[in-house]
């Protein structure tokens, strides 16, 4: 006797979700078929969706469903500072504060070698191409203060200053191990205005 | 600036998960988009296939893909012994002990009035039109010893009882192979107020 191989199916595709193991991934197929089909469906066509209507920012990489997001396609914006951040939330976070009105790029991870994340496996070589073109003067790096964010945050300083560029670093007003996503929006537009040179 | 409302969609969608609250659909979200399509359309598939296949078993209530589950049509299995569970992974645990050999009766749940399940939300009706049926003779109650589980068991114990059947719980104690001094006070207590004459 085993689960009906369409059940097994379901428990084995919600174990790609990151921090769902067997025990959850079963928890979470039963409450879908039993609980909440009319979200099971739902969330299923949302996948399709966004799969189907999400690509890169041309320019600075973030999820977008045109060819440039709102930000780079905003003429408004300051075109000499760019933001490095890790992921698109890291983006949003800074946006809130409104201390910012430079251009962003989004590296979409960190370097986690460990994790089998390399230079490769995030955009660097478009950050690159990207801070060379002439308009960019200075590179705000802001990716987390955790180990890996600074190691991504050291790397990023080196390759920019071989090329001439200013590079700073947002302040470490964030708690040491901290995530841009659980800081108050206040302490992050100080680490903002304080971003040291590098 | 907001993020992109397909993948806003997708986040929303996400939290229909249960114990995935905003941060964490948020990190599901990005993962699938950025790190595994391939396993995001796989799971979207999954839920589609499995809410379009599976069916409740017409006698056990398990999930099924016909009309029928392999145990309830199997005709060398104890027709008069009928174990009601919660769950369809409570009855796949039994089914690995080897010990039981009769039918079951899947309740999709148990009674929480907290949670807004009442007797109209497990299926306590096809219960009890199963129980009756004139070949049950026994009910093994195995829902879980939690404090909605043993409620539940009582609830159908006094229904049972009151149709003529005989009704009974899986036994309490200690685990095989168990030792005194690793055992919560209130699962020792137990098993000597349910000690077996030798
Ligand atoms: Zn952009
Ligand atoms: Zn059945």
């Not at 946006?95 to 490769?120: C, K, W």
């Amino acid at each position: 006797m085993k689960a009906p191989s369409s059940l097994e199916q379901l428990i084995q595709a919600l174990k790609v979700l990151p921090g769902v193991g067997p025990k959850s991934a079963s928890r979470m197929a039963y409450h879908l078929l039993q609980r909440d089909q009319g979200g099971a469906a739902n969330l299923a066509h949302a996948i399709e969706y966004a799969i189907a209507t999400l690509k890169h920012c041309r320019r600075c990489n973030t999820f977008t469903e045109g060819e440039l997001c709102e930000i780079c396609a905003d003429e408004d914006r300051n075109h000499q500072q760019l933001c490095v951040v890790e992921m698109p939330t890291d983006l949003l976070m800074i946006e809130q504060t409104l201390a910012y009105h430079g251009l962003y790029f989004v590296l979409m991870g960190r370097l986690s070698p460990l994790d089998g994340i390399g230079p490769n496996e995030i955009a660097l070589a478009r950050l690159l191409e990207r801070a060379v073109d002439g308009e960019v003067q200075e590179v705000v790096i802001a990716t987390n203060f955790t180990v890996e964010g600074e190691a991504t945050a050291h790397y990023l300083a080196e390759l920019m200053r071989t090329r001439g560029l200013q590079v700073s670093r947002i302040a470490r007003g964030l708690p040491v191990g901290g995530e841009l996503e659980h800081v108050d929006p206040g302490t992050l537009a100080q680490a903002l205005v304080e971003r040291r040179k590098l």
